[in-house]
């Protein structure tokens, strides 16, 4: 398993490209290692998640708005923005532990974490 991960690993150790890769103010080349690629991909997916939870309290809002009186529509719509808030909740909750994780591993790996 080790060795599966090195090899995953090995394209993204690479060496900072000095001054050539230094930012407009002077800073140092960004890092890719494969922590910081996976520390990346799992803001991204975060980011997406909350875009959901976004538009389906869009969708639902609008479906109670237009329902005019309508039961049907305005418990669908209810149901729509309690399940969102439930995803939103669990969501948050994994964003927490996720990053307490890759902190705790990042520190112990000799990372500085996020």
């Known amino acids: 398993?080790?060795?599966i991960l090195a090899a995953i690993a090995e394209p993204f150790n690479t060496a900072p490209l000095g001054n050539a890769a230094a930012g407009a103010y002077g800073g140092t080349a960004p890092s890719t290692t494969l922590f910081s690629v996976m520390t990346n991909?799992?803001?991204?997916v975060f980011s997406l998640l909350g875009l959901i939870f976004l538009f389906l309290t869009l969708y639902a809002g609008f479906l109670w708005m237009t329902a005019m009186g309508d039961p049907k529509?305005?418990?669908?719509?209810k149901d729509i923005l309690t399940q969102s808030v439930i995803g939103l909740i669990?969501?948050?909750?994994?964003?927490?532990?996720s990053f307490f994780v890759v902190n705790l591993v990042g520190t112990a790996g000799g990372f500085d974490g996020i």
């Open 73 to 77: 529509k305005v418990t669908k719509a």
């Open 90 to 97: 669990i969501v948050l909750l994994s964003y927490a532990i």
């Open 41 to 44: 991909i799992v803001t991204a």
């Open 1 to 3: 398993m080790t060795r």
